[in-house]
C-alpha cells in the first residue's frame, strides 16, 4: 500500500508540475511563478530574516486563509527563537478586491513589547495590512515588519513600508500557492494569471 500510495503522489506532482494552463471556475489561467521559483525565493526571504532579526524573540502572524502555505513554508526555514499564529481577515470577493474589511478572528496572543512578522499572500490595495498594522499598534507590539509573497506595486494605495517582498506583479488576478478564485485554486502548488 505504501509504494502505491507514493506512485500516486508523484504522478500528481509531476502533473502539476507541467501544468502551463489551466481552468478554475470559470476563468482561464496561465502559469506565471513555477514552484521552484517560489521556493527559491521563499528560501532567500527566510535566510534575510534570519540574519535581520537575529537574536530577537519574534512572533509571526500569518494572515488567513491566503498565506497559509507561505506562512508554512517560510516557518520552516526560520532559525530564529519565534512563534507563529494566525489571524483571519476576509476581505476579497471575486477577481477586484471590494476594499471593506469584513471579519477580524484570532487575536489571541499578548504582543506587548514584542517584534511582529506579518506573513502575507499578497498586498493589493493595503487595506488589510493598515487594519493589521492598526492592530498591532493598538496592542502594542514594539516593532513590525511586513513580509509578503506578492506585491502589486500599481494596485497599493498605502504609505506603510513593506519589509519583505517576494515577488512584485503586475496588477493582474493571480491565483494558486493559497491565493484563491471564489475560494478554489489554493492548492496549485505554482502561481497562475488570469489570461482572459
Ligand atoms: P488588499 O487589502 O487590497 O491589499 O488585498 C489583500 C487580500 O486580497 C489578499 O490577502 C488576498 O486575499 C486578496 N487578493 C488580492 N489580490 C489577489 C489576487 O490577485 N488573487 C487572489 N487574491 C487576491
Redesign the pocket.
Known amino acids: 500500500m505504501g509504494k502505491n500510495t507514493l506512485k500516486i503522489y508523484n504522478l500528481a506532482a509531476s502533473i502539476t508540475s507541467t501544468m502551463n494552463e489551466i481552468t478554475v471556475l470559470d476563468r482561464e489561467f496561465s502559469v506565471y511563478i513555477t514552484e521552484n521559483e517560489i521556493q527559491s525565493r521563499i528560501t532567500a526571504l527566510a535566510e534575510k530574516i534570519n540574519e535581520d532579526l537575529a537574536g530577537k524573540d519574534v512572533l509571526f502572524f500569518g ?1 488567513l486563509n ?2 497559509f502555505l507561505f506562512a508554512a513554508d517560510l516557518f520552516r526555514q526560520i532559525t530564529l527563537h519565534s512563534q507563529i499564529s494566525f489571524i483571519k481577515l476576509a ?2 470577493e471575486g ?1 477586484s ?1 471590494s ?1 471593506k474589511i469584513k471579519e477580524l478572528i484570532g487575536w489571541n496572543e499578548d504582543i506587548t513589547g514584542k517584534t511582529v512578522i506579518v506573513l ?10 493598515e487594519r493589521i498594522i492598526g492592530e498591532l499598534t493598538l496592542r502594542k507590539a514594539v516593532e513590525v515588519r511586513i513580509c509578503t509573497l506578492l506585491f ?1 506595486p500599481e ?1 497599493y494605495t498605502k504609505d506603510i513600508p513593506i519589509d519583505y517582498i517576494g515577488f512584485e506583479i503586475p496588477n ?4 494558486g500557492y493559497g ?3 471564489d475560494g478554489y485554486g489554493r492548492n496549485l502548488k505554482a502561481i497562475y494569471k488570469l489570461t482572459k
Do not use: H, Q
Open positions: 494572515i491566503g498565506a476581505s476579497y477577481t478586491s476594499g502575507e499572500d499578497i498586498v493589493d490595495t493595503g487595506s488589510t495590512l502589486k494596485a493582474n488576478f493571480v491565483v491565493l484563491d478564485y
